[in-house]
C-alpha cells in the first residue's frame, strides 16, 4: 500500500509567522504624518497610510530582500510618499524603529541612532 499524500502535506512546515513590532516613536512619527497629510488634502493621511500598510506586508513577506547597514537596520521606501520605514530584524520580529522622512542625513539618522542603542539595551 502507498503512503498517503496527506501525511507528505502534514509533514511540510508552514513558513514561520512575522510578527511586527513597533517602537513607540515610529508609532507617533506615522501618526504626525498622517494628520500633517490629512491636515494639506482630504484623504492624502489616509493614502498615505494604506501606502505604509502595503509597505508592511512586502517588508513581511520577504524582511531580508533589503540590505543592513552595519547596525543591522534595513530601510524601505514607501511608494509615493518621501517616508522611509526603517526596521531590525530578530527572529521572527520585524521592529519597526522609524517612519522617518527623507531629509538630509544629519537630521534623518540622529533619532534613529538613539533607538538603535535604545533597542539594544532593552530585551525583545
Not at 499524500?5 to 515610529?26: F, G, N, T, V
Not at 508609532?27 to 497629510?37: G, H, K, P, S, W
Not at 530584524?89 to 534613529?112: T, Y
Amino acid at each position: 500500500m502507498c503512503p498517503s499524500r496527506r501525511s507528505d502535506e502534514k509533514s511540510q512546515s508552514q513558513p514561520e509567522q512575522i510578527i511586527l513590532d513597533y517602537h513607540p516613536a515610529a508609532i507617533d512619527e506615522l501618526i504626525d504624518a498622517v494628520q500633517f497629510y490629512e491636515s494639506h488634502q482630504d484623504n492624502l493621511g489616509y493614502r498615505f497610510l494604506d501606502a505604509v500598510d502595503a509597505a508592511l506586508e512586502i517588508i513581511k513577506k520577504d524582511p531580508l530582500m533589503w540590505s543592513s547597514d552595519k547596525l543591522e537596520r534595513r530601510k524601505y521606501h514607501v511608494k509615493k510618499f518621501p517616508y522611509l520605514l526603517i526596521y531590525k530584524l530578530s527572529n521572527k520580529f520585524v521592529h519597526i524603529l522609524a517612519v522617518a522622512h527623507i531629509a538630509p542625513i544629519s537630521q534623518k539618522f540622529s533619532s534613529e541612532v538613539f533607538r538603535t542603542k535604545e533597542l539594544e539595551s532593552s530585551t525583545c
